[in-house]
Each structure stands twice: as structure tokens, then as C-alpha cells.
């Protein structure tokens, strides 16, 4: 076992973990933050992404000890004070979802890619969602969300 | 009066998904939880020696090791089969393969082991040791059959689980042996897998005091699974079995059957006295999720000289899998040959299967479910017959379209259409479209060597099952009517129980529409509840796009029912007659007619029906409706769909360009919400045409077992969808409503598979197989001296 601290949504935990655990697991069974959904075994499918020190990363892909001392923000971190974020309400907003499941991985990896680019266009949103998929929606009215959240967050 | 019915309302449930907090079985953590993970065979058919467990049961934090035989001992029985044609030799299913018997497809469950943690379990599964003798394997529905293949279940001698066969041979046969010209096409339908982004789970707890059971199960009818673990494998009975399922992500008709591991579990928790959670892994959802489609067919479309259809035969061979999961044989039966009429007039039709067993994973219900597999056929047909004839496809459909004047239309075939206006249906698409605009553009670019296809189809599906009297004629084992509860509280807010199960659809949100509007209050004081046997009477889930016809008219009835209610109370203590009072449909509760201030509001009513101080003498208090619905009919929404792709003639690949849907579901709840599934529907379908396939070697090995391996649709492969709709309401439901969830499916296959074949026939390419990978075509343009 191998002790870890790393900083969740703003909160500071220090535990135990297993050098192989990973972050997804330790996010969910040991922080009890169910939040971020485990959907493929091999980096593919993008429910799991997260925010680690300012990027987003598949949580599945990450082990536990390699975010000792990490800052992260997980989808029950991105409202502000009771306030949805902007991706958050656009999501709503479009009807960018339907079973709920791929969300919050597509809600947090649309997040940063819309900071790192915010004048985005329609065929880089659906670039840059190509590792995020999505069975119910075929991913329209996710761009559209993405695209009114890029918007909102201009201050549009 | 309605304002809600029709309005594309926000979803009531997202607040919770795009905060982090949907409900879904994995997420569930209770104290003292421990984990079961399944041993699975490596190989598709092999004789299970030996199974030795004693290291695994030597790993410090393993609890237990189970075999089959430990199930059947502790009284677990075989997994039954709800839709049986006449004769089906139903092959034996045990949630565990007991030692001395067979493994018949890769991922066949072979030991249970139960852990403090998945990761134990995981480690423990490593340490069991299992001796396989392998046999040969089968992996093709057609050649299943053949002397001398393997024989997957020993009392099944040529794999032959059952046939079925409808309209009239002789007649058919000498339509085609006179036709003017015939149309001949062997295709297969290649083996998709579902995967919903949600993994199966399970969890269960067992109360030993009170002999009680509760299973959280990842299913879209959790009353039908309560039925078959009382009845048939688990043997709690129903009143001390609840099973719930809460959200779930995603179903896509794989999350409809009874799945071995919600036996396994609730079994394990009562063996060990300690909830247990499982949890899929992606891999295991592509090893023991049921599959869809895999049709091998040979058909001949036969036409008059004047390019009338005479006569359809078809025949095909449904691969089934290695056992026959819970609806299997009513896929490539009831909801395909008796879809083959499409949208045409087609006098002769005559239509034979083989449902056979395969060492492949089970084969069942997939979004469309026969529906799509039906489309692919005619729609193909009828796109080599316009060329055959050299016609344009557009107008050879409209010669043979079913006319308006012609509902209710007895198809050959069974069904009966309830109401459609296929000419109107393509005019809007063609507008939508401008189709000649495209067929202008598509010259010009063949002009300049580019490999430019228009893509056509006219679909239809059967949705909303079923009359329960035809589904049992057909074989169903079940009714598929559907349960809606009104409880409306002493304060005047409302709680719904629905039978439906919502897995995305937005039930939440859609059918507090129906009850607002009806009631005349407001969506806000209206709470939705679904997929919980301890809360709704019963249910039979959601599936074939039945919620909104069978589950949403129920709710309809049971609003009319309390709307009646409370005409009686209010007249009586009103003084007046029923035929002089209203009922408020814009904002509840009763007044006398032409003297709105002399009001009931809903919540007096409410309230005097839970006192009883001041009620008619002859009705009982309380304010609660129930509605079980059995629809007289299915609904038949259908759709015509054009789109635009272009062959990279380098690569082979298909870019798919411009996409125009209009679709006739009847009268909409909520437009945002159907939207949604008819885009997401083309997706999926289009993934079909262009992306999926899931593939087995010769040994049976699953080739396409990831998402490295198996390609699913993703963002960057679309354009952007022009979706619109045509609307002629179904009679088969008060609400008028047909069903949204898998037109676009059932359509967008054979769009764009028609699509590619257009661009490709001016090399004189006619037919090529699904998925339309770049190799493929590559390789089809260079076998023809390109």
C-alpha cells in the first residue's frame, strides 16, 4: 500500500491505495464520488475523463499514485456555488443527452476543449469529441451544446 | 386546450446526469458489499475436464468459488425462452455450465468467484484452473445446417432450433416464375453488436430475517425478469423478490433478457449472506451481451412490365447463437417476415426461416430488431429493381406505394398497417432534400471522375407491441400491454408509476406532459416513477418503441379516470349535475359551466377525496387510478430518408455528406425529445452501413471483442441531420401517437448503403456487404480493372 494525497473538487484526502489501483476506482469506491462512469477497459470510450491539474484525462488510464499531490475536478466539482457551468446547462439546454451515462466524461472533456479553444468551430468540436462516444444522441445535439457553451463562456 | 402535448420541453431528469448523480447499479455501495466476477471460457465450443479452484479458494480475501453445479445443487433452474413459433426445439441454458458439460461460445460462463474487492476477485480468477477438451466450431447461420458440422446442443441434431414460414408459396412462386423481370440478391446482415455505454450490472441484497430479496438489475423490464427468477431460474417468489431497476445507461434491446449473472448474483448474496455487486467489464459486454441482426437471405422481387411489384420470396437463415435468449425467435419471425410488405402493394409474398444454433454468442432483440433487417431487404430490392428498369428510384417506390384511401391495410404478411401518406412522406423529403438539386450535382461530379451516391429508402416498422391476442398467436409467452398509476396526494401533487422503463427516452419529462395536460396542472407538481417492482404494479418494460403508445395512453386512460372522479365529487357538493360542470383542462379542478368562479380547484378535490367528510355515498375516498393498456393494434410509423456520400476512389472511403430524414411517428409529446431519437437512430444505423461488424474466426474466436477492434460511430464521422416530419396520427391510441425510437435505425442502414451502391454503379458494382469498409470497396473497385 502507498500513501496518497490528492486534492478532489476543492477537499483534500489522504489514504492508503494499492500501487496498481486506478484513479477511476480509487474516484469512485474509495472517495465514494460515482459520478464518473467506467464504460470500456481500454482508454477507448471516454466516460471516465476527468480534470487533472488543469487537463482532461481518462481517469481509467491513470493510476491512483500517479495523482499524488494532483489537483483534480470531477463532474460533482463543475458547478460553481449551486451554479450549473456553462457546458453543464448547454447540455440541458440542447438535449446533449439521453441515458446520462457518456455525460459527465463528455461534459468534463468538452469543458477543457473548449477553454483550450474558444472560438471553436463545428468540425473541431466533433474532432475533438472523437475519443468520447455516445450510443444514444449520435453526437448533433452534443455539438450543439458544445457549441453554445463555447459561446457562454466568451461571455456571448 | 392541450399546451403541453407537442412542446419540446426540457427534460425533467437531467439535472441529475449532468451533475454526476444518475442512479445506475454500479454506483450503488452498501456495507459489506462484496464482489463476483465470472470465469469465462477462452474458447467457442469445448468440453469443460475438470475445474480445480483450490488456489483461487486459497487467495486471502476470496469467500467462495462456485461451479454450476453448486447452482443447480442450491436449486437454481435453466434459463427459459419467452417466444416459442410451434416446434422449437428450445436448447437446455443453465446460468453456469455444470463440470461434464459444454462451453459453446467464447465467453461462456464456467465458475462464480466471490471477493472482498473486484480486484481479488479479478486475481482469483486467474488462479482456477480449468481443463477444456475444444471442439470444432460453427459460426455461420446457413451452413449451421449442413451434414456433418458440429452439433452445438447433443439433442439438436442439425442445429435447427426452429422454422417459420407465412403466405402463400404456389402463389408466389408462379408470380416469379411469370414476372415480366425478376430481381435476385443473396445478402447477408452482418452480427452487431449493442454495446450501450452502460455495462450489465447486478447487485443484491438478502434480508435472511425477513427472507427478503432486493436486485438492482441494469434491465428496461424489470417486472418480466422479477416473473422469470420466481418462476423459472432464481425460485424467490415475486411478493419477497423486489427487483429494481434505476437508471440505466442505455439499453438498445440488449438490457431486455434474462441474463445469467442476475441469477448468479441475488444467488451468491443469499449463499454468502452479504450484498455482492458485479459489474461487466467492456469485454464481457461484447462476450455475453446478446447480439443483433446476422441474416443470410436469398430473395426474388418479381415485377410486371410495367414496374409493378408482383411477388416477394424470400428465405432466410437467423443465426441464433449458442443458446436462445429470451425473444430470440420472435426477431427474425413476427417483427421481420411480417415487415416484408415495406411500404409497397405487393400481392404475393412468401417468406421461410431457419432459426439455427451457432457456437457465437446469443443472438436477440437489437434496436429495430428484424424491423431493420426487413427494411435492408426491400429497400435493396426495390433500389436494383429502379435500376434494373432504369427508373428513378423515387418514382418506381411511388408506383407501388400503399395509397392513403387504402388503411387499414392487410399486408400478405400478417400485419396491418394503420395509417400513412407515403407520397406526401417523399414529397416533404424530396423538398427537404432538393433532390433534383442533388441528382444535378451528383452528374456534375461524375462529369469530373467522382464517385458521388444518392441514397433512397422508404421504410416501415411495426412499433408499440402488441395486441397481447396476436403476440400469443405469434408465440409470445407474455402480454405486452402496459400498467399506468395516477396517485394523486391529499395536497393536490401527483405521483406516476409507469411500467415503462426509461433508459434514456426521457419518460420522466414525456409522460408529465401527458398528466399535466390532461389535468390541467403544472409539470412541476408531477413526479414520474419507473423500474421498481416494489413501487409499480406491474410493467412490461420498454422496448420495440412502445413506451409512448402502450405506456403513455395507460396514463392518458388513468387521467380521463381522474378527471371522472372528480367531476362526481365536485357535483356533489356542488348540487349540480355532472352535465353542468367542466372540468378545467387549462388549469385543473371543476367549475360550473358559464360560472368559472364557482370552482372545485384540484386541490379541493384532492383533498375532499383523502377526509371522505363529504363525499357521494356510493364511492370509496382516496384519488388513484390505475390503467393496464392492451392496444388493439401496433402502430406503424414510417419514413423516407435521401442522403449524399462521396467514395474517396484512392481509399475507398465514404464520406457521408448531407443526410435529410423526414419520419411519420403520429402526433409528437415532445418534438426535442423524438428529435433525439431519430438522430441518434440514424447513427446507429448508419454505423451498421458503414462501421460495424462483429466478427468471428473459424474457431469461433470473437475477432471484433473491443472498442480497438470493434468501430463504433463517433462525432467526427457526421454532418450535421435535417430532420423533419410528417404526421398522420395512428388510430391505435387515443394519443395518436406511433413510436420515435427506432425509425431512424431501421432507415438509415439501407440509406446509405443504397447511397454507396448509386456511387459505385457506374463501374458496375451491383451489391457488396455491410460494412462498407474502405477496404472493401477499394478492393471492389480494383477487382472490376480499375
Known amino acids: 500500500m502507498q500513501s496518497i494525497t490528492v486534492t478532489v473538487n476543492g477537499a483534500t484526502h489522504t489514504r492508503d491505495v494499492e500501487p496498481r489501483m486506478l484513479l477511476v476506482d480509487f474516484i469512485r469506491d474509495t472517495l465514494s464520488l460515482t459520478g464518473t462512469n467506467i464504460a470500456c477497459d481500454t482508454s477507448q470510450c471516454g466516460a471516465c475523463t476527468i480534470h487533472m491539474d488543469g487537463m482532461a484525462v481518462k481517469a481509467c488510464t491513470v493510476l491512483a499514485v500517479q495523482a499524488d499531490g494532483s489537483s483534480l475536478t470531477t463532474i460533482e466539482g463543475l458547478a460553481t456555488n449551486g451554479h450549473l457551468h456553462a457546458m453543464q446547462q448547454a447540455f440541458w439546454d440542447q438535449h446533449g443527452l439521453q441515458c446520462g451515462f457518456c455525460t459527465p466524461g463528455m461534459i468534463m472533456a468538452a469543458t477543457k476543449l473548449v477553454e483550450n479553444n474558444p472560438a471553436i468551430s463545428e468540425a473541431e468540436i466533433r474532432h475533438g469529441l472523437e475519443g468520447n462516444m455516445c450510443r444514444c444522441t449520435g453526437y448533433q445535439n452534443i455539438v450543439n451544446a458544445v457549441a453554445q457553451a463555447a459561446t457562454a463562456m466568451q461571455g456571448g | ?786
Open chain 2, 1 to 786: 386546450m392541450s399546451t403541453l402535448i407537442g412542446s419540446s420541453v426540457k427534460r425533467k431528469e437531467d439535472p441529475r446526469f449532468i451533475q454526476g448523480k444518475g442512479k445506475y447499479v454500479a454506483n450503488i455501495q452498501l456495507p459489506n458489499m462484496a464482489a463476483v466476477m465470472i470465469k469465462r471460457s477462452p474458447y467457442a465450443h469445448a468440453r469443460i475436464l475438470r475445474i480445480d479452484a483450490t488456489a483461487a479458494e486459497a487467495l486471502p480475501g476470496v469467500i467462495a468459488v462456485f461451479t454450476g453445479q453448486d447452482l443447480i445443487d442450491g436449486g437454481v433452474g435453466k434459463l427459459p425462452c419467452g417466444w416459442l413459433v410451434p416446434g422449437t426445439k428450445v436448447p437446455t441454458r443453465w446460468p453456469v455450465m455444470p463440470v461434464g458439460d459444454k462451453v459453446r461460445h467464447v465467453g461462456d460462463s464456467v465458475a462464480i468467484v466471490v471477493a472482498e474487492t473486484q480486484y481479488i476477485a479479478e486475481d482469483a480468477l486467474d488462479l482456477i484452473e480449468v481443463d477444456y477438451e475444444p471442439l470444432p466450431a460453427v459460426i455461420d447461420a446457413k451452413k449451421a445446417m449442413q451434414p456433418g458440422v458440429t452439433q452445438v446442443h447433443d439433442d439438436i441434431p442439425d442445429n435447427v432450433s426452429y422454422t417459420w414460414a407465412l403466405g402463400d408459396q404456389a402463389a408466389t412462386e408462379k408470380a416469379v416464375a411469370s414476372a415480366a423481370h425478376v430481381i435476385e440478391l443473396d445478402l447477408t446482415n452482418q452480427r452487431l453488436i449493442p454495446n450501450a455505454m452502460e455495462p450489465r450490472a447486478a447487485v443484491a441484497q438478502w434480508n435472511a430475517a425477513s427472507e427478503e430479496m432486493t436486485l438492482w438489475t441494469t434491465s428496461q423490464n424489470p417486472h418480466p425478469i422479477r416473473l422469470l427468477l420466481s418462476a423459472f431460474t432464481l425460485g424467490i417468489p415475486e411478493h419477497k423478490l423486489r427487483v429494481i431497476s434505476p437508471d440505466v445507461g442505455g439499453g438498445f434491446g440488449s438490457k431486455i433478457f434474462h441474463y445469467p449473472e442476475e441469477i448468479i448474483v441475488p444467488w451468491v448474496a443469499r449463499k454468502v449472506n452479504r450484498p455482492i455487486k458485479w459489474v461487466a467489464t467492456r469485454s464481457e459486454s461484447f462476450m455475453t451481451d446478446s447480439q443483433g441482426r446476422d441474416h443470410v437471405t436469398s430473395a426474388k422481387l418479381a415485377l410486371d412490365s410495367a414496374g409493378k411489384i408482383t411477388g416477394l420470396h424470400v428465405q432466410t437463415w437467423a443465426d441464433q447463437g449458442a443458446y436462445l435468449s429470451t425473444f430470440a425467435p420472435l426477431i427474425p419471425t413476427a417483427f421481420y417476415i411480417c415487415l416484408l410488405s415495406g411500404l409497397y402493394k405487393i400481392t404475393n409474398i412468401y417468406a421461410e426461416m431457419w432459426g439455427t444454433l451457432t457456437t457465437t454468442v446469443p443472438v436477440d432483440a437489437y434496436r429495430g430488431a428484424g424491423r431493420p433487417e426487413a427494411a435492408y431487404l426491400v429497400e435493396r430490392l426495390v433500389d436494383l429493381a429502379a435500376r434494373h428498369l432504369d427508373m428513378d428510384p423515387i418514382e418506381f417506390r411511388r408506383i407501388n406505394f400503399i395509397q392513403p384511401d387504402e388503411f387499414p391495410y392487410q399486408t400478405p404478411v400478417a400485419m396491418v398497417y394503420d395509417s400513412g401518406e407515403y407520397d406526401r412522406l417523399f414529397d416533404a423529403a424530396v423538398a427537404a432534400a432538393d433532390y433534383p438539386g442533388l441528382r444535378a450535382d451528383q452528374a456534375a461530379a461524375r462529369q469530373q471522375g467522382r464517385l458521388v451516391g444518392i441514397g433512397i429508402a422508404g421504410c416501415i416498422e411495426a412499433s408499440g407491441p402488441a395486441p397481447s391476442k396476436v403476440a400469443g398467436a405469434l408465440g409470445s409467452a407474455v402480454g405486452f400491454w402496459e400498467s399506468g398509476v395516477i396517485r394523486v396526494h391529499p395536497s393536490g401533487k401527483v405521483t406516476v408509476l409507469t411500467g415503462s422503463h426509461s433508459h434514456g427516452q426521457g419518460h420522466e419529462t414525456a409522460f408529465a406532459q401527458i398528466v399535466a395536460d390532461e389535468l390541467g396542472i403544472a409539470m412541476d407538481d408531477i413526479e414520474v416513477l419507473h423500474g421498481d417492482t416494489g413501487l409499480i404494479p406491474f410493467g412490461m418494460g420498454t422496448y420495440g418503441s412502445r413506451s409512448a403508445a402502450v405506456g403513455g395512453t395507460a396514463l392518458f386512460k388513468s387521467a380521463d379516470k381522474v378527471r371522472k372522479k372528480m367531476l362526481k365529487i365536485a357535483a356533489h357538493q356542488l348540487e349540480a349535475s355532472e352535465d353542468d360542470l367542466v372540468y378545467d383542462r387549462n388549469g385543473g379542478g371543476v367549475y360550473v359551466k358559464g360560472s368559472p368562479s364557482q370552482k372545485k380547484s384540484f386541490f379541493d378535490l384532492s383533498f375532499a377525496a383523502y377526509t371522505a367528510h363529504n363525499l357521494p355515498d356510493d364511492m370509496e375516498p382516496g384519488m388513484e387510478e390505475t390503467t393496464f393498456f392492451d392496444p388493439p393494434n401496433f402502430t406503424f410509423p414510417n419514413s423516407a430518408h435521401i442522403c449524399q456520400v462521396e467514395i474517396d476512389p484512392q481509399t475507398g472511403a465514404v464520406t457521408l455528406q448531407k443526410y435529410f430524414a423526414v419520419d411519420d411517428v403520429g402526433k409528437v409529446i415532445n418534438p426535442m425529445l423524438v428529435e433525439g431519437q431519430i438522430q441518434g437512430g440514424i447513427v446507429q444505423g448508419v454505423g451498421q452501413a458503414l462501421l460495424e461488424y462483429g466478427v468471428y474466426d473459424e474457431n469461433g474466436q470473437l475477432l471484433s471483442g473491443s472498442f480497438m477492434d470493434y468501430a463504433m460511430p463517433r462525432a467526427d464521422a457526421f454532418p450535421m441531420f435535417n430532420t423533419s416530419r410528417t404526421e398522420t396520427p395512428s388510430p391505435s391510441n387515443p394519443l395518436g401517437v406511433k413510436g420515435a425510437g427506432e425509425m431512424g435505425t431501421v432507415a438509415s442502414t439501407v440509406t446509405v448503403a443504397n447511397a454507396v451502391m448509386d456511387a459505385l454503379a457506374p463501374l458496375g458494382i451491383r451489391h457488396l456487404e455491410m460494412p462498407l469498409t474502405a477496404e472493401k470497396i477499394y478492393n471492389a473497385i480494383h477487382a472490376n480493372g480499375r
